[in-house]
């Protein structure tokens, strides 16, 4: 299989890609995390441009250029906020990764990085969350034709060993 999937640890603004994906809000105006991250790398003209946009629903995907930013473009897309699981986040976490990869391919992306969405303020548990991301790009990324390689994220170390570990029992 010449595709690949695979875990980074690291700051996703340094990454040259061709697209890396924002946890961004419905806003998409910029907020702390790693939306806060990619808008303070990208400079003021990636604000103009999502000012542009109209805000997004939770788990729809929207795409700018990249700007400053070593990635070519920022597929942003709003994660869902955690409440009890029983809230329809599983399908909003899930439609966040499917959504933001049928954009990649729409724009014939090679080379697409994930940040964790929902994760960090958003309060997605660990591992249900890597579950998600994981298993959705999996089942999905054959059926991409300009999409080669997917990466993976990550900024702690906690984070990083549920990566491993999803990996490990998907058979990856
Ligand atoms: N590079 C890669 N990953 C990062 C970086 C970085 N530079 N910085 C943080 N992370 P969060 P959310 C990881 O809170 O939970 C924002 O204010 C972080 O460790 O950024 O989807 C938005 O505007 C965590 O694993 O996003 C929204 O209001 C993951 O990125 C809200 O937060 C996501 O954490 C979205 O919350």
Same mark, same amino acid.
């Not at 690949?4 to 910029?30: E, H, Y």
């Not at 790693?34 to 946009?53: C, N, R, W």
């Given at each position: 299989? @010449?595709?690949?999937?695979? #875990?980074? =640890?690291? @700051?996703?603004?340094? &990454?040259?890609?061709?697209?890396? $994906? ?25 604000? =103009? ?19 400053? &930013? ?13 409440? @009890? ?5 599983? =399908? ?8 933001? &990869? ?18 960090? $303020? ?9 579950? #998600?991301?994981?298993?959705? !790009? ?8 300009? #999409?080669?390689?997917? #990466? ?17 029992? &998907?058979? !990856?």
């Amino acid at each position: 299989m @010449d595709k690949k999937m695979r #875990i980074w =640890q690291g @700051d996703i603004t340094t &990454l040259k890609v061709d697209a890396i $994906v924002n946890a961004a809000n419905k806003s998409l105006l910029g907020g702390g995390g790693v939306d806060g991250a990619i808008h303070k790398a990208a400079g003021p003209e990636l604000l =103009q441009a999502t000012k542009k946009l109209g805000g997004a629903e939770t788990g729809e995907a929207k795409i700018t250029k990249g700007y400053k &930013l070593p990635a070519h473009f920022v597929i942003h897309t709003v994660g869902p906020v955690y409440k @009890d699981g029983k809230s329809g986040e599983a =399908q909003l976490l899930e439609d966040c990764y499917k959504n933001a &990869l049928v954009l990649a391919e729409k724009h014939h992306l090679e080379t697409v990085a994930f940040s964790a969405i929902s994760t960090g $303020v958003y309060g997605y548990p660990l591992t249900e969350a890597t579950k #998600i991301a994981v298993s959705t !790009i999996k089942n999905r990324l054959l059926d991409m034709k300009s #999409i080669k390689e997917v #990466i993976f994220v990550v900024f702690d170390d906690s984070l990083k060993e549920v990566y491993e570990k999803t990996f490990e029992h &998907l058979g !990856i």
